[in-house]
């Protein structure tokens, strides 16, 4: 299962107390307490694991370490580990205590969310002319503490959607090394399957149906994965008795649950067209085209059709990697 919303409890490292002691050779009786060391700080680490979010499925709640009590000798105590959490690219941290949120958006990138608490001044640092034997010392401070939401959101170029039994999982299988689940039933795919086309990343969602947005079938939550995806696929079934009030359909639950999504740029496949006979294919296919002009046929025993679609995957890998060296 794909973990993909979870919010848990994070604090930071408490700083260690400081402390009061005195140089034991009698002829030198200067203060000789340290400083305790900071605690940890905690980071966040973007992986391209896309399935990270479960190491946060069960333990809710995560603290870096605290730093060490000072020495009497001078010497600090040590700083607190860092706790460093991955999360997969495509993770929004919301702070839920400062509503502020940040997007993880390159693999490796560490981003400090919490800063552990300074170590406590040890009498050594209260020293001075009228005092050389100073008693005062400080504790170490509390650590930050956080309660994050996270949210990942994939980063994906395409996005499959449509009814269910439409054939996406079956074209993100011919098309990828993906091994997508396909069988003859709606609601095969329970969760987003990513496959990449040559470095070009195409996200199989799960079917909608009508009433999504409201909560029915499997709802829209998976719909957030595409939100970020500029090219949307439009899988519609030959099968389909109203092939265009299935395109209206999913239209009008994707703009439900998010207005962005239905300006997204989108081809219309009329998928499984070796299902009908080819008069009626092209019936429905020119009722559709009426809708959106990028309309083709696809049937995934049919290699010619499967060639015109990844003509459009080149298509939109090439742009994409022109808009990268622009980028650069
Ligand atoms: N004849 C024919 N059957 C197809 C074609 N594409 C898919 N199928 C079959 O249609 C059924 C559904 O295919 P899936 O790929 O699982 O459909 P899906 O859209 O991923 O369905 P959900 O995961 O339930 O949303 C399976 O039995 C496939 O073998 C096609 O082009 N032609
Ligand atoms: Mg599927």
Redesign the pocket.
Known sequence: MLIDDVTIKISAGKGGDGVVGFDKNKFALGPTGARGGNGGNVYFVATDDIGALRAYRHQKSFAAESGKIAGYDLRDGRKGRDLELRAPIGTVIHNLITDKKIELTKVGEKTLVLKGGLGGRGNWFFRSPSNTTPKEFEVGKEGQKGKFRLELKLIADVGLV??????????LNIVTAAK??????????LEPHLGSYYGLIIA?I??IIEGASTGKGLGTKFLRHIERTKNIFH?ISAESEDPVADYQTIRTELEKHNPDLIKKTEYVFL?????VPPQKAQKKLALLKKENPNTLP????DDESIEKVKKILNKIKDQRFIAKKVVK
């Open positions: 449509g009814f269910p039994n439409a054939g996406k999982s079956t074209f997508s689940k396909v069988a003859n039933y709606p609601f095969t795919t199989d799960p079917g899988f998928s499984k067209i070796d299902t696809l049937s995934s025993i």
